[in-house]
């Protein structure tokens, strides 16, 4: 699947205010914005919508032009350190007009897909933190490591705006491997604990600082935002295809994932009607779910040293052996042989 389809698989338009800070950056960095716009084939009209949004492989195209033309490895945790709150719209207003993080994170959580993001976010609380991880919701090929560094860096950034110092006891987890400038993601992070070749992408914070009270907190002003957001929700479950949502909703769940009716409850429709609509578009939810495994399998075995059992663990397997006959179904090679030499 190239990038290209994955991306129109999804909701197809993110804040043009993240394309805008793109092009700021590209020109400080010495690029100039018409050059950028004229290597990636986009033209200026695109930057003049109305709805201040921009098409999803609009943005991703422009992404991939600046990591060639800007010589800067670490594009992606520069650009995360700008998108501020206003950068994410009608959310950012409405995180900052929260009683206390706690409440921001929950709201955020609950209507960050107004952003157009290409990962599915979950929060949990483990051992004294507040653990929120990122999984891909669409293949990013070569703009994974950049996506994570952007949606990351971004998160902590604003969580220090929010909190009104750097926070402590923080750690960074990403699932690619140790890039060349791994010593600059210190600096992005606030001196937080960075780790890498992990399972998912996460943020973990020390849960004490969930009960910090906004400054300004709006009860009234959030309610409005809650509005605003429940309607651009309600148009992009219109425009966005059952199939994608079936599989963004697997993907948000590995290792736990739902058989079909619960899946069907969950995308709040019958069992019956997702197994039409999965048959007229020429599928059934057994091949659904091992899709998603299988993408799911192919980044743990390539970003992570996790041991095969584990790894078939989050995958759903009990017994590794099952897990080890699938990998074969589905590549016609075993999980072993397609890690990378070390």
Not at 105 to 130: P, S, T, W
Request: charged share 20%; aromatic share 8%.
């Amino acid at each position: 699947m190239t990038l290209r389809r994955s991306l129109e698989a999804g909701s197809d338009q993110l804040p043009l205010a993240y394309a805008e800070a793109l092009l700021q950056l590209a020109v400080e960095l010495g690029v100039p914005r018409e050059r950028l716009l004229a290597t990636a084939g986009l033209r200026a009209e695109a930057f003049a919508s109305v709805n201040g949004r921009l098409a999803f492989t609009d943005f991703y195209r422009l992404a991939n032009t600046a990591l060639q033309l800007c010589d800067e490895p670490a594009l992606g945790l520069l650009l995360g350190q700008r998108l501020n709150l206003s950068s994410h719209g009608i959310l950012g207003y409405a995180v900052l007009a929260s009683a206390d993080l706690g409440t921001a994170i929950q709201f955020a959580l609950r209507y960050y897909r107004v952003l157009g993001l290409a990962f599915d976010l979950q929060v949990r609380e483990e051992g004294g933190y507040l653990v929120l991880s990122a999984i891909e919701g669409v293949p990013l090929a070569g703009l994974a490591r950049f996506a994570a560094e952007s949606l990351l860096s971004s998160l902590h950034s604003i969580a220090c705006f929010l909190l009104g110092e750097v926070p402590q006891g923080v750690r960074v987890d990403f699932t690619h491997a140790a890039p060349d400038y791994a010593t600059r993601y210190a600096a992005a992070f606030g001196g937080a604990t960075v780790v890498f070749a992990q399972a998912e992408h996460r943020l973990s914070l020390p849960s004490h600082y969930l009960q910090r009270p906004m400054a300004l907190a709006n009860p009234a002003a959030l309610r409005m935002c809650q509005e605003q957001c429940e309607a651009l929700l309600a148009t992009l479950d219109l425009g966005e295809g059952l199939l994608t949502r079936l599989r963004r909703l697997l993907l948000a769940r590995p290792g736990e994932f739902p058989d079909l009716e619960s899946a069907a409850r969950a995308l709040h429709i019958s069992g019956r009607s997702l197994r039409r609509h999965l048959a007229a578009s020429g599928t059934r939810y057994q091949a659904v779910l091992d899709d998603v495994r299988k993408r799911l399998a192919l980044q743990y075995l390539t970003t992570t040293q996790l041991p095969l059992q584990e790894v078939a663990s989050l995958l759903g397997f009990s017994d590794p052996s099952n897990f080890r006959r699938a990998f074969r179904n589905w590549t016609g090679r075993t999980p072993g042989s397609y890690r990378p030499a070390r």
